[in-house]
């Protein structure tokens, strides 16, 4: 059993923006970044300013939309990091199928789990390692 260090977790993550778009070109415009619970814009640099500016002036012209607050929300996967059985070095858990230790070469299982050398791999079903970490099949 691996000696959890960090536990994988999830993150939630929100940004809420002010979009501008260019009426002639769909999806051209600009993005202002504001606070996702007043919806007020966020402090910009001098040259922000000026877009920003730049973007209300364009609306009165006619060749920009305003398009509002929008709403972006994803999530991201921070991965567990173990401390390896051979070393005690942290081995962060980042791939499903193979982690290795970069200090002394250990693979592990996405789960965590200590696998057999790499000289040992594929033995019971014919797959050589190339095979294996180039994800071919010995029918292949």
């Not at 990091?81 to 970069?102: E, G, H, M, N, Y």
């Amino acid at each position: 059993m691996p000696t959890i260090i960090i536990p994988s977790r999830i993150e939630e993550c929100l940004e809420v923006t002010h979009n501008f778009e260019y009426v002639s070109e769909p999806g051209s415009g600009w993005s202002f970044p504001c606070n996702p619970e007043t919806g007020e814009l966020l402090p910009l640099q001098l040259a922000g300013q000026e877009s920003y500016a730049r973007a209300l002036q364009l609306i009165k012209d006619g060749t920009v939309l305003d398009l509002g607050l929008v709403r972006h929300e994803w999530t991201y996967r921070h991965p567990a990091v173990i401390a390896c059985d051979r070393c005690q070095k942290p081995v962060a858990l980042d791939d499903a199928f193979l982690s290795t230790c970069s200090n002394c070469g250990a693979d592990y299982s996405g789960s965590g789990q200590l696998l057999a050398p790499r000289s040992q791999w594929g033995e019971e079903t014919g797959e050589t390692l190339s095979d294996i970490l180039n994800g071919a099949g010995p029918d292949d």
